[in-house]
């Protein structure tokens, strides 16, 4: 087992520096020089060298890059061109809980309500639950975020004035955005419970669980539900990618104050240093959130961890 | 080869809602074609004495803020989504599948190459990459926007076509059938050619069809944010970010292009499944 965690962990390293690589040369290859966003493009050529000096720009390339690298391990991700030079770890410490809590809402939900609802349309192969529920994921899975929340809003918010149109004060307020960054998850998740579960009912040692007299809620909780859930673990793993991005979406609608709303605030500005924090941030933890679960399954399920090493 | 083929045409045709998906493809195609004969106006025409006005018999659908025709965004708008999704799905084919080919049949250091390559590029969820895409190289005109989507989504979804194909030939490499090209002496470009890439059409199929249902999502998604399409092209995403304000008021701006990318996302979506189930023979019964 510790081999494999190693083994997995150290591939982990390349993928990071090349993330790392790519998140510096989106800003390194940017159009316009970051002087003209920060000076202005008719400033003093003294302000200009200046800004250039204390902020690396007059360094050749692979410069900066290691002391962008060297910066992020330190847990130092350079500093606003706005806010008044703010170090961009500032801004997300501030704001990335908001966008941690989101997520987590949203994943809790779509897993209490995609995996039941996905053994249900199993088992009822074919009948009408099964049906109305896999239109109903084609549906969820085809409707983005920004269609979702309009019609929810009018209804919710705007004719029955039930729940707030946008913010993040209180645990109304918290409803409609969770609600809409779960929809897709929560519907992939039914998918692929669905088909997992169909998967693992036709095995011998479910037979063998009828055949020995336990009762079908034993069979399908104890048998079907565990077994079927392993292949599960990695679309989880995806979803939190979607989860993180899909943020940006729900925040902007709803102004939801987290690192989403920052971040596109930030790419309209053109404010570099945070957008690239904020991509190697969610790429970094995307990858761990994708260790773990490999870890997890290869714990549930030692056929992996065999097959992997050898 | 052709008593299969037939097979899976027929389940296509059994299927009602893949045949109903099928048909709004075809429309969708027909008046992204034809959008200028269909539009009543152009899509950047502004009718200034008519901002903001509830369908009627001058403007079938109403008109925007701007005053512009509702139905003919719509129907341009279709031309919008449908040459997003064809374009970039075109050049991820390209990538994906030459890439896919070299690194699953020529192995090495291509195949090791191409797997940390695509390892990183999945290491950033898909959409968050083609908005720092977009957002960093924000176009000039809005010509070059469209330029720009093309490339950020090419970019962002050329890793899955690449693995797919890859793992394909991983697989048909080592079947019988290529031994024996191989031993009749065909060469590798035959084999790739002849043999390869017409034995793993119908998993690439089913992928561009699919994949085609989620460009056109992302493109909607990068226009709504601001940072796609920009106007005076019509996009429905950014249709439905300028109709955000007028929610209570107009609440039809933003349901006619809610409906348009609901539907086509939504066809593309069930033809992608109906295509997978009529071409895996697995699945059929």
């Known amino acids: 087992m510790w081999r494999y965690i190693g083994h997995r962990l150290m591939l982990a390293v390349p993928t990071l520096l090349a993330v790392s690589l790519i998140t510096f040369l989106l800003g390194y290859f940017a159009p316009g020089s970051p002087l003209d966003i920060m000076a202005g493009q008719h400033a003093d050529p003294e302000i ?16 900066q890059y290691g002391r962008f690298l060297w910066g992020a391990l330190h847990g130092n991700l350079g500093r606003s061109f706005m806010n008044s030079g703010r170090p961009v770890t500032a801004i997300i410490a501030e704001q990335f809980p908001v966008t941690a809590e989101l997520a987590c809402m949203a994943l809790g939900l779509a897993i209490l309500v995609g995996i039941p609802l996905g053994v249900a349309a199993a088992l009822s192969r074919n009948g009408l639950l099964d049906r109305v529920t896999m239109g109903g994921v084609l549906l969820l899975i085809s409707l983005p975020a920004f269609v979702l929340a309009p019609v929810l809003t009018v209804v919710f918010c705007l004719k029955w004035r039930l729940l707030p149109t946008m913010g993040w004060e209180g645990p109304t ?16 998740l039914a ?25 079908p809620r034993a069979v399908v909780l104890r048998h079907v539900m565990r077994n079927a859930f392993i292949p599960v673990l990695t679309v989880i793993g995806n979803s939190f990618g979607y989860l993180l991005s899909g943020s940006f979406v729900v925040e902007t609608i709803f102004s939801v104050p987290g690192i989403g709303y920052a971040s596109v ?13 904020v991509a190697l941030l969610v790429a970094t933890l995307f990858i761990l959130v994708n260790l773990v679960v490999d870890l997890l399954y290869s714990l549930m399920d030692p056929r992996i961890r065999y097959r992997e090493v050898a | 080869m052709n008593a299969a ?35 009543p106006y152009t899509y950047d025409a502004q009718d200034r004495e008519h901002v903001l006005s509830a369908p009627g018999p001058r403007h079938k659908l109403g008109t925007d803020h701007l005053g512009e ?28 599948v030459s890439l896919g080919v070299l690194a699953g049949y020529k192995g090495g250091l291509w195949d090791t190459v191409l797997m940390r390559v695509t390892d990183a590029m999945f290491a950033f969820p898909d959409l968050l990459f083609a908005i720092l895409l977009v957002g960093i190289w924000r176009p000039a005109s809005p010509a070059g926007s469209f330029l720009v989507v093309f490339i950020a989504l090419a970019l962002v979804n050329w890793p899955g076509m690449a693995r797919l194909v890859r793992g394909q030939v991983l697989s048909l490499r080592q079947k019988e059938f290529v031994e024996a090209a191989r031993a009749v002496g065909a060469g590798d470009w035959a084999i790739v050619t002849r043999h390869l890439l017409p034995n793993m059409l119908s998993p690439i199929i089913v992928a561009v069809t699919v994949d085609i249902a989620n460009v056109i999502l992302a493109e909607a998604t990068l226009s709504f944010l601001g940072i796609g399409i920009q106007p005076p092209f019509p996009s429905w995403g950014r249709m439905i970010n300028d109709a ?10 933003i349901v006619w292009p809610s409906v348009a990318l609901g539907a086509t996302v939504l066809a593309f979506n069930f033809l992608g499944d109906g295509l997978r189930d009529a071409l895996d023979p697995r699945l059929r019964e």
């Open chain 2, 244 to 253: 955000r304000p007028y929610l209570l008021s107009h609440p039809f701006l």
């Open chain 1, 265 to 277: 605030d930030s790419i309209l500005k053109r404010d570099y240093p945070v957008i690239q924090g």
């Open chain 2, 5 to 39: 083929s037939t097979g899976a045409w027929k389940g296509l045709l059994r299927n009602p809602i893949t045949l109903a998906a099928g048909a709004v493809v075809v429309l969708l195609v027909f008046t992204a074609i034809f959008a200028p004969v269909l539009a």
């Open chain 2, 69 to 96: 025709d509702v139905l003919s965004r719509i129907l341009y708008g279709a031309r919008v989504s449908l040459t997003v999704g064809l374009v970039v799905e075109a050049i991820e084919l390209v990538i994906g």
């Open chain 1, 173 to 188: 307020s918290a409803i409609l955005p969770v609600v809409v960054l779960a929809a897709r998850p929560m519907a992939l």
């Open chain 1, 191 to 215: 998918r692929f419970m669905r088909s997992s579960t169909l998967e693992v009912i036709r095995q011998d040692y479910v037979r063998t669980a009828y055949a020995k007299g336990l009762s």
């Open chain 1, 48 to 63: 200009r060298r200046r800004l250039a000096h204390e902020y690396g720009l007059d360094q050749p390339s692979w410069v």
